[in-house]
């Protein structure tokens, strides 16, 4: 039986032959056997016509003459075509007479209603034949008319109902097996399907898998980068921390020059006023710093000239203590 293995090709009901669904050489000994027990002739064909086993017991008339010419031989291609093409249609084993006078049967072989070959036998007569005939034949195809009728007179006769009986027997054990044989077909075109798709799922599997690995890179990284952010964070708290402590000290130095202004009379309170803003000043940046932003400049910015002007009223309180 020929699955194709080595094409991987899957064919269609119409592409199929014979020779994908039997083994031949079983289909082979069963019409030897069956030729033998019946005493009629028999070969298979495929869907062309063309032979797929040898000749089971055939004839001397046909083996040895009639096919012994071209003649003779396209004779009886067309004859078994006819045949052949009858059995097709009714889906059923056609008895028939063939070119030269005996009798064949044509027994189709089908899966799911399509003809992928036929048997052909019979080469016997159901009754005495009539010479002349033959002798007509004989010359038409160009062989030795005495010699032709002597291996006519070595057919067999079959009573047309054991005719009949033999080719019911031919389609039925011959549509079994290859029905049987294109079951097997289909579930070994499935399981080549079916292999292939496991092979389609095993590599995305490992596509996936591949994939998973470099989102598993890819989260190390950004884990790494997210204690890098956590580290600088730190580190800006440090500073802002640091930032509220200097703002505090200033302010309380702020609050001290304020009190000593208020001591001084009026000679403080040009200090008192610098102290003030200074220390307004401060405030609002520590605010800022608690909240973990950065201090509006706008706001917040101790400019160079309230610095001087602290300079100046501090200079000024101290010379008021001292003259005092």
Known sequence: MN?????????????????????????????????VSMNLASVAVDREGNPVTNPSSYTRICANYTHSTKTGDDRCAASHK???????????????????????????????GELIGTILGGQTLSGKPNEDEFRRVAREIGVNEDQYINALHEVKVTSEKSIQAAAEVLFIVANSLSQIGYQKYKLKSMSKDLVDQFTVIEATMEELASSSIQVNENQNELNKEILNVKQISEQINVILNSIKSIADQTKLLGLNASIEAARAGEAGKGLCCGCHRDTKAFSEFKRYCNKGGTADRRRTKINHKDTAVFQFNHEKYRTAVIRN
């Open 82 to 112: 006819r045949g052949g093409q009858e059995a097709a249609r009714t889906g059923r084993p056609y008895i028939f007479k063939c070119h030269s006078g005996l009798i064949d049967f044509a027994a189709p072989i089908m899966v799911e």
């Open 3 to 35: 699955m194709n293995h080595e094409e991987n090709v899957y064919k269609t009901l119409s592409e199929i032959n014979l020779s994908d669904v039997m083994e031949i050489s079983l289909l082979q000994k069963f019409l030897d056997n069956f030729a």
